[in-house]
């Protein structure tokens, strides 16, 4: 029987296709898994270092203004071009007068999500470029006009018979949903690619101010494909990807594939020190960085500047029990689950309100907040955007959500409440029916039942208590 609900994403989650849930709700699970087992196999105190990781970071993000010239200095002493942009549309343009001032006319790119949140593919194939996507999830995403559900695996909705069925589609195969057919068939695709292209492009999990060395963490080793083939590399880097030093690699290189994916360390970690050096027989004759702010300073002056210390592992998505059951493209927004409840909001700016509904998408068990390498405390920040989203009247933030203001009087006057507790037994003799008369009631009970009522004995416990 349908359900009534007026959230989106409650909507979303109610309609969702059972195969969908099946491959987001399995391929999350077994990664929490896997995230607990090897953490807690190989460190005494992995809470430890999560706090010491989000120190880390929030010291580097309090201290920009010193960092960010830093790292562009160690960056020009490597060799490489660097060039700031204040939004998206500001990063596409740079990349396109890259590509135009070196008479290129195509683009292979790696895996990165701040290229998602400027629509980069899109801009570039619609300025005459050709861009490919070469991480296999990407790939899949692009081929069908999709977009990524999940930060580190952007087809979590889809299962491999969905992958068969696009390849077929596209003349890359007869239809064969074996993981590893897929998985050469995509290698045989991609891999002259790389060599035509005239430019790579990647994104970095980390940079140090240091020495300006980006690290770079895959699975697939689609990157250094990217950056050894084409005579041009561009980095497309958040400004809070930045780390102060390179000793702190070692922390966050440890953290990231454990609490992303379960693995020890991630396939491929590679660290770019700027383009090719004379004598090196391979890699890039020019390197580009292009630092994007794209509302992240704003970002910082707000009071979720936390948020900023993520470095996308995507393990609050993996243990969110909200995300299992709607799935990321129910986020609307590049940035799906817990931290896309948060972020997408943020970096929205003045089209907040039409976010303003996604920081209600949580229970506030704080799962999130326990697996989250760097101790983002996400559950006290959807707290403060569910505040802003009532302070500025956002409408898409209140359907559905009943009125709190007699309940905050009720809980205030200690006489009234400890009356209404008394009277709570009532409820148990209240049909439904009559409870369906308050519309918020109504559509409250419509997917959910009231347990029978059992509190009100608390106090007359205590006064027993007490006389023993």
Request: charge should be positive; proline fraction near 6%.
């Amino acid at each position: 029987m349908p359900t009534k609900t007026q959230q989106d994403i409650d909507r979303y989650a109610r309609d969702l296709n059972p195969e969908v849930y099946t491959s987001v709700y399995g391929g999350t699970k077994a990664t929490t898994e896997k995230r607990h087992d090897v953490l807690f196999h190989d460190y005494p105190d992995p809470d430890l270092l999560r706090r010491t990781a989000g120190e880390v970071k929030q010291h580097t993000l309090e201290n920009l203004d010193t960092y960010l010239p830093k790292a562009e200095a160690a960056l020009k002493a490597n060799g490489a071009q660097v060039h700031f942009a204040a939004d998206g549309d500001a990063a596409n343009r740079i990349i396109l007068e890259i590509m135009k001032a070196n008479g290129a006319k195509s683009m292979v790119k790696s895996k990165s999500m701040v290229s998602e949140e400027t629509g980069l593919g899109h801009f570039l194939e619609d300025n005459g470029m050709k861009c490919l996507e070469t991480d296999l999830g990407e790939f899949i995403i692009q081929i069908d006009h999709d977009h990524p559900s999940h930060i580190v695996k952007p087809i979590a909705h889809k299962n491999r018979r969905d992958i068969a069925k696009s390849f077929e589609r596209e003349g890359l195969g007869d239809y064969n949903d074996d993981p590893a057919t897929i998985t050469r068939r995509a290698r045989e695709f991609l891999r002259g690619k790389y060599f035509e292209a005239d430019v790579g492009l990647t994104g970095a999990n980390f940079v140090s101010a240091e020495s300006g060395r980006l690290a770079i963490v895959t699975n697939e080793g689609n990157a250094r494909f990217c950056m050894a083939a084409t005579p041009i590399h561009i980095g497309i880097v958040g400004i809070e990807k930045l780390i102060p030093h390179d000793r702190d690699l070692a922390l966050f290189t440890s953290l990231i594939g454990r609490s992303g994916t379960g693995q020890h360390l991630t396939v491929y970690t590679q660290f770019i020190n700027g383009p090719r050096r004379f004598g090196q027989p391979d890699g890039p004759e020019q390197m580009h960085v292009v630092f994007v702010d794209n509302k992240r300073t704003e970002v910082l002056a707000s009071n979720c500047r936390e948020i900023l210390r993520c470095i996308r592992c995507g393990a609050c998505l993996n243990v969110c029990p909200v995300y299992r059951q709607a799935s990321g493209h129910a986020y609307r927004s590049v940035y799906p689950g817990p931290v896309g409840a948060v972020l997408s909001p943020l970096l929205a700016g003045t089209r907040f309100p039409e976010l303003a509904d996604l920081p209600k998408a949580s229970s506030l068990c704080g799962a999130c907040n326990e697996v989250c390498p760097v101790n983002i405390p996400i559950p006290d920040l959807l707290l403060r955007l569910r505040d802003k989203a009532k302070t500025e009247h956002a409408g898409r933030a209140m359907k559905g959500t009943p009125p709190m203001g007699m309940y905050g009087l009720l809980a205030s006057q200690p006489h009234a409440w400890r009356a209404a507790m008394t009277m709570g037994a009532a409820m148990n003799l209240t049909p439904n029916a009559v409870m369906n008369i308050i519309p918020p009631a109504a559509a409250w009970n419509s997917c959910r039942q009231l347990p029978k009522w059992r509190g009100g004995k608390f106090r007359h416990w205590m006064k027993e208590r007490g006389k023993n």
